[in-house]
């Protein structure tokens, strides 16, 4: 119940078009699901985040898409650029307490020129 | 945004001997520090929790005999390997959280240290 399972694996986009990467969680005390994305051999950079409370939030290119019935949440990435190429990861915790993030698997994103 | 740095950045070492890696938040107080542990092509996985001022909170299978972590202050936290074995060589990654702000789900993530035990 504390997994949060991340799709697909990997993933290749040609520059420009729409990268989309999912994650579905069982827990419904987790209030908190960040994206966060990591070049190789760095550590990982909060890119968005958002709480059950908004179905949409948007930073720029990026958008999360939040359904709180289905438990699902994905990271849209529009106009992909190669620099965008790097592995992504969903997260999801429960505030309050000694609280931790619980990471997906991890998506490794190709965007070809 | 808040910066974690992370020292060394890479460290090479024999087996059996101990190596300490240092995690410090340059521009805030870190009420919880985080020590993550990523193999290649792998997500993170959690070694420990700690709080400034208390002893860590390991996850299961994380021998804390074996890796030592101490949390002397809100800006400092170290993660010491003790007798490293090879199969111990891995990329180390801590993260930081200032508990107390409205931000206090935000962990921001230190560069990490690649660890190679020969």
């Known amino acids: 119940q504390q997994q949060v399972k991340q799709s697909p694996q990997s993933l290749i986009v040609q520059k420009g078009g729409i990268s989309i990467i999912n994650c579905a969680y069982e827990n419904t005390a987790f209030d908190y699901f960040p994206w966060y994305q990591q070049f190789p051999g760095k550590g990982p950079a909060l890119l968005i985040a958002?709480?059950?409370?908004?179905s949409e939030k948007k930073e720029g290119r990026f958008t999360i898409s939040f359904n709180k019935s289905a438990k699902q949440f994905s990271l849209h990435i529009m106009d992909s650029q190669p620099g965008d190429s790097a592995t992504y990861f969903c997260?999801?915790?429960?505030?309050?307490?000694?609280?931790?993030?619980?990471f997906g698997a991890g998506t490794r994103l190709a965007v070809h020129p | 945004g808040a910066v974690v740095s992370q020292h060394p950045s890479w460290v090479i070492c024999k087996s059996g001997t101990s190596v300490k890696i240092e995690c410090r938040s340059l521009d805030f107080q870190a009420t919880t520090m985080f020590w993550y542990r990523q193999f290649p092509k792998q997500s993170l996985m959690l070694m420990a929790t700690s709080n400034e001022g208390s002893k860590a909170t390991y996850e299961q299978g994380v021998e804390k005999d074996k890796f030592l972590i101490n949390h002397a202050s809100l800006t400092l936290s170290t993660l010491t390997v003790t007798s490293a074995h090879p199969e111990d060589s891995s990329f180390y990654i801590c993260?930081?959280?200032?508990?107390?702000?409205?931000?206090?789900?935000?962990?921001?993530f230190g560069p990490g240290t690649r660890l190679t035990v020969l």
């Open positions: 993260s930081a959280r200032d508990s107390r702000t409205r931000y206090m789900n935000e962990q921001f």
């Open positions: 997260a999801a915790e429960i505030s309050g307490g000694y609280n931790k993030l619980i």
């Open positions: 958002i709480r059950p409370d908004v």
